[in-house]
């Protein structure tokens, strides 16, 4: 795994989408398409908004998949991860994406599961771009992470502490309000990207981060798993950087 480590987080994201576009571009001039995973949060603020801006992509030949979503969310919803990445990112493309195929959150939870699988078995992923949690999970896989299904989406319990960082980011007003179930990539689908742009910006993601580094690989520190990927490369800023060494 290579870390960048970056003047603030607005070059994070320049850096992090200058890298990710550049992959896409490759694939498509290598087979004509490219498939990519797009992430959520307040960590992908600036690398989206970077991303829109990157000249030469052929957009109408990406197919997209997106991480999570939250079980029973109506896309309504302020929370929702499909009103997003469709507000933040979709809307805003210059030409439309060859597919975008989303999570429906409100579907029953197991037939969506099955759904997704069996069509992201037809896309081998060239770029994931992710983030980290406060607890160090990957996509939602809170800790402990399961690290051995296939599966390529599954249903993950979200642990108090994954909540309250939905709560804090203000997706909600309430931690009641906070589901307590999601959707989720899988550790092992997650993986099988030919290449991984992890962006982490932010004080609050400097433990986590360490975690990521420094601890052996283990499903208590999630996003560790990070360390066996040939191409993965994080993006931290001052602030979430400060406890590495």
């Known amino acids: 795994m290579q870390v960048i480590k970056c003047e603030n987080k607005q070059e994070l994201g320049r850096q992090a989408a200058q890298f990710g576009a550049e992959c896409i571009r490759h694939a498509i001039a290598e087979r004509g398409e490219a498939n990519i995973i797009l992430a959520t949060g307040a960590s992908q603020f600036e690398m989206l908004s970077a991303l829109l801006e990157e000249r030469g992509v052929e957009w109408s030949a990406v197919t997209a998949f997106h991480l999570d979503e939250y079980v029973g969310m109506d896309i309504t919803h302020p929370a929702s991860f499909r009103k997003y990445l469709q507000e933040r990112f979709v809307q805003r493309l210059p030409t439309p994406l060859r597919a975008f195929h989303l999570i429906h959150g409100e579907a029953d939870s197991a037939a969506e599961c099955l759904r997704l699988n069996a069509l992201i078995a037809q896309y081998p ?19 402990p992470a399961d690290f051995k299904t296939e599966a390529p989406y599954i249903v993950v319990n979200l642990n108090e502490a994954c909540r309250r960082q939905q709560l804090g980011e203000g997706w909600f007003a309430t931690l009641e309000e906070v589901p307590t179930q999601a959707i989720s990539m899988s550790i092992r689908q997650i993986m099988k990207a030919k290449e991984i742009v992890c962006s982490v910006p932010d004080l609050r993601k400097a433990n986590a981060v360490k975690l990521t580094l ?18 993965a490369r994080l993006y931290l800023d001052p602030d979430s950087a400060r406890l590495i060494e």
């Open 125 to 143: 992923i060239d770029v994931a771009f992710v983030g980290i949690g406060e607890n160090g999970h990957l996509a939602f896989n809170d800790p």
């Open 214 to 231: 420094q601890s052996e690989v283990n499903p208590f520190a999630p996003a560790s798993i990070l360390q066996n990927h040939p191409a």
